[in-house]
Structures are given as structure tokens and as C-alpha cells.
């Protein structure tokens, strides 16, 4: 067992009237009875202790002598002293101490707690927000990580921006202006830990304790969690297969702070906002005073005909706030987002950011900003998309033979498609069905806040194989009965 860094040893008063030696004697002695320092635990070399504890030598020395005679411990030249492998005949381990009264719970932790709706990590079919990786994209992260390592950037070895590096905004608002019409400049973009960092700091920045938010009913459950930390007054605002249902968002909350979309696929639902729903909600913000927040989680996966362009992108007032991440189109382990800012919001998201983690890791910032800028990212894309059209289809395929009750329609985009119930069957008692057999399903209507809600499941196909994604089917068809 390593020698600690450094042993704290409690209690040592020097204006006592008990000797210095006695006391270390004392303190080594208890920290060994109390298992603080267990068997076989190596004890500080009496010079080092000496000089931590501002302490002659000769002192320590006398304490170890007294441990070692009583066989607390045990020392060999050259070994140095250990805790003995049982204590000495007629000891015992001082008894524990009473437990405490547990402290009471403030109220204000109720905020804090995590939406049972929110996805649960399994490598499980159908669990969603897993991602899919291949040889070449492995071979080319490894290289360019190791090209990073090789000739470390000065910048590792000190605090960064809390905005993000600067070659990895330009590299984000460059693909963003091509891919997804997003009017940026790499000073509107911050770099956070994922997208939900990035919607957090927005939360805190923009909202007040009671103000009001519109989300779309049904919601990402881990928005509505955040909106609960933040105090919101949180709005329910219907989607129909236009997206949200602006009118009734009017209608309910005319003043209304913030508005959270996503309008490129509705979640859950996969619906697209359409364009005059866009415009509508755009005037509406104007006039409101009011910001909209555009959460562009997955458009990077469409498999036919062309998506509309951003919200942001069409936006000429600065009331959109559009997310994005890397956990959707690399992996989620990367812990990678950002959010591109109206310039007014840009300071104060900042100072948010400065009072959480400071600033994002610096070598993953580096090998995603290569990855970008040297073109595998869009190659990877164009490789994952193919992937997972074929999950999708295999999945498809297999719910149409194995469980022919369920509705499906092939999803356009995204990584997940809907399942719809027949009437009278419980998509929450068939998803402990199915956890039961194997499989991972989220159930719909818990998702729901206010609308009447729609009895379907949530089924992953990005990330599982084809041959997976056909096993949990048939499950899946077996735990329905049919």
C-alpha cells in the first residue's frame, strides 16, 4: 500500500499540557483502532511526518517506538512502518459512534429531482440517445488524439475560455452557416457540456422565479426538470401535426418569457414546425418581448427530401437561442454542445458558464475542432446516416412481422421512431413488460403535461445492430401478447 501524500492527524494542541510525543502516540493510535489507517496501510516516513506536522524528528521517532513495542505497527529497514495485520491481544476497535439525526431535507431540494421520464443508461435495445461508431471514425479520433497528445497545446495547462476555444467556435459556426442556414459568427457561439449545460445557463440567465415558459405538450422531460429548477411557471402548449400550436400558447400566456421548440422534430412526437407556425411564433416573440429557444438536437439525420432551415436561420430580431450537440452525431460520452447567442445574452451566459466549470475540456475541444476542420465529421455523417436508415428499416420491418398491433410510420429524420398502442393497451405496463424480456422502452404518455395523452412507445434504433434491433422486436411482440 502507497505512502499518503499526507496524514491528518486531529487534535494536536501544542499549548496542552500533554507532551507532543504522547499526543502523536495518541492520534496515530486512534486513527489505527478507528480503521482511518487499516491494516497493512503504510504510516509516513518520520522525517516526512516530522516536517508536516512542524514537528523535531526525534519526536515522531518516539511515537512510532511506543506503536511498534505495543504492536500497533510494524518496521523493517528499508520498508519503512505498517499498520500491523491485527491488533494487539485484550484491544478493540473503538466502537463507532452513535449515528447523528439525520438533517431535515430543505424544501428547496424538491426542485432538484431527476424526471422519471428522463432516459436511463443501458446498452439496451431500444434505448435511445446512443450513437454508432465505426473502424474509420475509431482509426482517425485515435490519430488525431494522439497528434494532440504529442504536441500538447500550451493552453492545456491553464484555464481556458468559458466561452470555448476559439478554433472550435469558428469550426461549429462554419458548419452550422452551411448546414443549417444558422446566422453566427464564432463570437455568438459557447462551447458547454452537452446541450442540456447549454439550456441550463440559458434557464438561469434569462428566467426569473414564476416567469413564464412555454413548452410543447408532450415535452423532453429533462426540459421540464430544468424548468422546474429554475422556478418556472412552465405553460403547456399543445402539437398537432403543424408542431406547436402557437395560438394556444397566446392564448395562455400572451407574456410569456421564453419558448422552447424543437422544431426541426418535434420530441417526442417527430412532427416538423411548419412554416407558418415558425413566422407566427417569431412575431409573437417580437411583440412579447420575449425569447424563443431552439433546440436543433438531431437534424443532421434525415433520410429523404430536404429540412427546413433552422428557426435562428430565418429569425432578424435576435430572439432566437439556438442549441445544438455533439452527443447526437458523435457520442454522448464527448460531453460536447453549444448554444449560439443573440449578442445581448452573450455576456451574461458567459459569467453563468464561469460559475459552473469554468470552461470546456480543452483536449476534446481540440481533437473535435481537427475532426471538423479536416472534413471526417462530414464524412462520418454521411456513413452514420446509411447506418441507421438501414436500423430503421430493419426495425420497421420486424415490428411489422413480430408486432403487427403496434402503428408505425417510418420516421423522415431522427434516431427513434414512435410506436403507437391500440386502443385499451397501457404503454407504461407494456414497457415493464418488455424491460421483463430485455428491452428498453420508453413509454409516451408520461411525457404529456396538460393534452389528453397518446398511448405509444419510444423505440431507439441508432446505435443497437440490426440483428439486436430484430431480437427486441420479437420481445417486445411477445411481451404485447400477440
Known amino acids: 500500500m502507497p505512502e499518503p501524500a499526507e496524514l491528518l492527524l486531529p487534535g494536536l494542541d501544542r499549548a496542552s499540557a500533554v507532551p507532543m510525543l504522547r499526543q502523536v502516540y495518541l492520534a496515530l493510535r486512534g486513527a489505527i483502532l478507528a480503521g482511518a ?34 504492536g ?15 491488533l494487539p491481544e485484550g484491544l478493540e476497535a473503538a466502537p463507532p459512534p452513535p449515528p447523528a439525526a439525520p438533517a431535515a431535507v430543505p424544501a428547496s431540494t424538491l ?3 431527476a424526471d422519471p421520464a428522463s432516459p436511463q443508461p443501458s446498452t439496451r435495445p431500444f434505448n435511445t440517445g446512443r450513437t454508432g461508431w465505426d473502424d474509420r471514425s475509431q482509426a482517425v479520433w485515435r490519430s488525431l488524439t494522439l497528434k494532440r497528445l504529442g504536441t500538447p497545446d500550451p493552453a492545456l495547462f491553464g484555464y481556458g475560455d468559458p466561452q470555448g476555444a476559439r478554433p472550435l467556435r469558428e469550426a461549429i459556426a462554419a458548419h452550422l452557416r452551411a448546414a443549417r442556414a444558422v446566422r453566427c459568427d464564432p463570437d455568438q457561439v459557447v462551447v458547454t457540456a452537452g446541450a442540456q449545460q447549454a439550456i441550463d445557463l440559458v434557464l438561469r440567465v434569462l428566467l426569473e ?17 430544468a424548468l422546474a429548477a429554475a422556478r418556472a411557471a412552465i405553460v403547456p402548449v399543445p402539437v398537432d401535426a403543424q408542431g406547436m400550436m402557437v395560438a394556444r400558447g397566446i392564448a395562455a400566456a400572451p407574456a410569456a418569457r421564453l419558448a422552447y421548440v424543437t422544431p426541426s422534430s418535434q420530441y417526442p412526437m ?6 407558418a407556425r415558425r413566422l407566427e411564433l417569431l412575431a409573437w416573440a417580437r411583440r412579447a418581448d420575449a425569447f424563443v429557444l431552439e433546440d436543433d438536437y ?3 439525420f434525415r433520410y429523404a427530401g430536404r429540412p427546413l432551415a433552422s428557426l435562428q436561420g430565418i429569425d432578424d430580431a435576435g430572439r432566437v437561442i439556438y442549441v445544438g450537440t455533439f452527443s447526437k452525431v ?9 448554444a449560439v447567442l443573440p449578442p445581448s445574452l452573450l455576456d451574461p451566459v458567459r459569467a453563468a458558464r464561469l460559475m459552473t466549470d469554468w470552461h470546456p475540456a480543452g483536449l476534446a475541444e481540440g481533437v473535435v475542432t481537427d475532426f471538423l476542420a479536416e472534413g471526417h465529421f462530414a464524412q462520418h455523417l454521411r456513413r452514420m446516416r446509411l447506418r441507421y436508415r438501414a436500423g430503421r428499416d430493419a426495425l420497421v420491418a420486424a415490428l411489422a412481422e413480430h408486432a403487427p398491433m403496434l402503428a408505425v410510420e417510418p420516421p423522415e429524420q431522427g434516431l427513434k421512431l414512435l410506436a403507437r398502442l391500440p386502443d ?21 404518455s408520461p411525457m404529456f403535461l396538460g393534452a389528453p395523452p397518446v398511448r405509444a412507445l419510444l423505440l431507439g434504433f441508432s446505435g443497437h445492430e440490426p440483428g439486436a434491433l430484430r431480437w427486441a422486436a420479437r420481445e417486445l411482440g411477445a411481451a404485447t401478447g400477440g
Open 37 to 70: 489507517l487499516p491494516p497493512g496501510a503504510r504510516l509516513p516516513s518520520t522525517r516526512a511526518l516530522g516536517l508536516q506536522l512542524g514537528l523535531a524528528r526525534n519526536t515522531v521517532v518516539a511515537a512510532y517506538d511506543q506503536l511498534l513495542a505495543e
Open 72 to 86: 500497533f505497527v510494524t518496521g523493517r529497514v528499508g520498508a519503512g512502518t505498517h499498520v500491523s495485520a491485527g
Open 111 to 113: 426542485r432538484f429531482r
Open 209 to 225: 422565479p414564476g416567469e413564464a415558459v412555454w413548452v410543447e405538450d408532450p415535452c423532453y422531460p429533462a426540459l421540464r426538470a
Open 270 to 275: 417527430g412532427v416538423v414546425l411548419s412554416m
Open 298 to 300: 438531431d437534424s443532421e
Open 330 to 338: 458523435l457520442f454522448p460520452g464527448l460531453r460536447l454542445g453549444y
Open 424 to 444: 385499451g393497451m397501457d404503454d407504461v405496463a407494456l414497457a415493464a413488460a418488455a424491460a421483463r424480456r430485455g428491452v428498453v422502452a420508453r413509454p409516451l
